[in-house]
């Protein structure tokens, strides 16, 4: 079994700050990229940021310059720090596994099950 548990969502004030963490569990083997899509009411699915394995990231322009991507993987766990956050931010925010190898398995993508931000005054 394989699961990815985020953290870190909320309300928080324009201009202000949060840090969601996605954490995968189980006997995991390796993971190649991970990263993170948003989704706001009425709108699709958003490609936010990705990393991989070796640490090369890519961004979505509207949060370059105020969001950042990072990853442990020693605990199979990637980060977003998210800054100078707009309205625009709020939506639910996804985490992603590509090519998640167990000992005897493969999973191609596992999603975690989305965290709220809102960002409101």
């Known amino acids: 079994q394989v699961q990815l548990v985020e953290s870190g969502g909320g309300l928080v004030q324009p201009g202000g700050s949060l840090r969601l963490s996605c954490a995968a569990s189980?006997?995991?083997?390796?993971?190649?990229?991970m990263g993170w899509y948003r989704q706001a009411p009425g709108n699709e699915r958003e490609l936010v940021a990705t990393?991989?394995?070796?640490?090369?990231?890519t961004y979505a322009d509207s949060v370059k310059g105020r969001f950042t991507i990072s990853r442990d993987n020693a605990k199979n766990t990637v980060y977003l720090q998210m800054n100078s956050l707009k309205p625009d931010d709020t939506a639910v925010y996804y985490c992603?596994?590509?090519?998640?190898?167990?000992?005897?398995?493969?999973?191609?993508?596992?999603w975690g099950q989305g965290t709220l931000v809102t960002v409101s005054s």
């Open positions: 992603y596994a590509d090519d998640l190898r167990l000992r005897d398995r493969r999973y191609l993508r596992v």
């Open positions: 189980g006997s995991i083997f390796s993971i190649n990229s």
């Open positions: 990393i991989t394995s070796g640490g090369y990231t």
